[in-house]
């Protein structure tokens, strides 16, 4: 239960604002905790004035150990994120399991899922309202299905360009820049990873439109790029390979972030050292703290430098140190040790979640963490940890919309190709990659550039990226959206004419 320091409060409204059980609420400028509040502390985080305090929990409420937020669920209620309810002194999950309900196999989507032929190689009919340069057909199982392709110059395209790396390459929203000129920007980032998204229409009709649409080409054809980010990094990228950052090869992705290594490892880590610190620049782990090392140690006494989040979980500033945070020296990632908790001889290790680097330290009578060399048993350990992190890569989506005129190519009813996208009777593929197809208006999709064809992009100086583009369909269907019936060709026809390669299937 939340306590209120009427004193203190000046009725900002901000702990009601953000409680998510609607148990705070604001009488007379200030703050009231309800009799549904789980202390999910959700309010604590954002008084401004140091009003609030955790209390007493509500006699027979039940500690949610379901995640590290740890609410104190009182009976007949929910904890923050309304899964359990505290039935009689039990949690019950208060949702029933979904299934999916049986079906029988749809083959007309596996005959549907790969195109006859893609549309690298193929060229493009201009203006768009002539037929596609290619329409085939072949028989398929039991099916008659056609493959429509062409080579579309695509002024909306974009790429989102993902970079396994620990180290910190940039604030989100900086500009990314390719030989001074703005190609893109960087946006949020994900598990171990930052990202990138370059182009957009804006980008690719502005003044350095050809910059833009040569380095989406040049990524997309799995080239060595160099980009430069607004008060960042310095990064050369080629996809399927590891990132080099600021000059040096990142090869090593983390195995998580510094909480989950602490879940993933706690009895390993305390097996050999008293507490842990394993720095991350989003989460920070500390393992006496966090719940899988409180089940096997006792708490050391050891405070951080980060931002307490959850039990366990500390928030660091970025930075070019240990673990992409700005920790240069490993000893200042202890803030404290409370001598209270702590002992002589205590060994503390404070590592990165890559697992490359760690520092072993040890207290000393004064409660003072002295560096110790690794023991061997630390040391093979660390071996082990490191094992577990992935190969560090350059991955990219090529993220676009044809909802435009190319769709004149294959049918005299544009909407009609638009609404078989969506209803999946007609299958989107960009050089012979499965496409996904984003809810809503027109056809906007994201490809992986690793599923394509080798070197499937070219550009135009209008300026536009010129992407292959296929829809597979059944025939009748095909008929149904007013397709272009008679530009169709048997596929046997066109291999008979000999311009054409075979492309090992991905």
Partial sequence: MIRVDAEKCSGCRECEKNCPLGAVR?????????AGCSACQACLKVCRTGALTLGEPVPGSVTCTFCGVRCEIPPGLTGACKRFTNTGGDLV??????????????????????????????GASYPDCHPAPYIVQDRVGDFDVVTVVTEA????????????????IGDEGSLVKRDGKAVGMVTAEQYGSHVLLLGGVNRVKGPHGLTVVRTMVELGNREPVRLKIDGGSVLDLQVGRPPVVNGSLDEKMRVGCGGACCGLFAGLLAGVVDEAIILDHHITGLLTRHPAGAELLPYSGVEPVGRPAT??????????????????????????????????????????????????????????????????????????????CEEARVSAVYYAGVGGSARAGVTVNPIELTRAVHRGDAVLSIAGAPAYVMPGGGITFLADVEQMVEKPFTYTTSPAVVAPVEYTI?????????????????????????????????
Wanted: aromatic share 8%.
């Fill in 26 to 34: 604001v009488v007379g400028k200030k703050a009231v905790a309800g």
């Fill in 93 to 122: 999950r208060n949702r029933p399991l979904q299934i999916p309900e049986p079906l029988p196999p749809d083959m007309e989507r596996a005959v549907l899922s790969r195109p006859l032929i893609t549309a690298v190689g193929a």
């Fill in 153 to 168: 110059p695509i002024s909306y395209s974009s790429m989102i360009v993902k970079i396994d790396t620990n180290l910190h």
């Fill in 311 to 388: 039990p366990g979980r500390y928030f660091f500033d970025h930075g070019s140190g240990w673990g992409g945070t700005n920790i240069e020296d490993p000893r200042q990632a202890i803030k404290s040790v409370d001598m209270n908790y702590a002992r002589p001889g205590m060994k503390i290790l404070v590592a990165e979640t890559t697992w490359r680097n760690v520092a072993l330290f040890v207290v000393n009578a004064d409660g003072e963490p002295v560096r110790a060399p690794l023991p061997e048993e630390v040391e093979e350990l660390r071996r082990m940890l490191a094992s577990n």
């Fill in 474 to 506: 059944l025939r009748h269907k095909y008929a149904g959206i007013g397709g272009h019936i008679s530009s169709i060709r048997p596929l046997s026809e066109v291999i008979r004419e000999g311009r054409f390669q075979w492309y090992p299937r991905r």
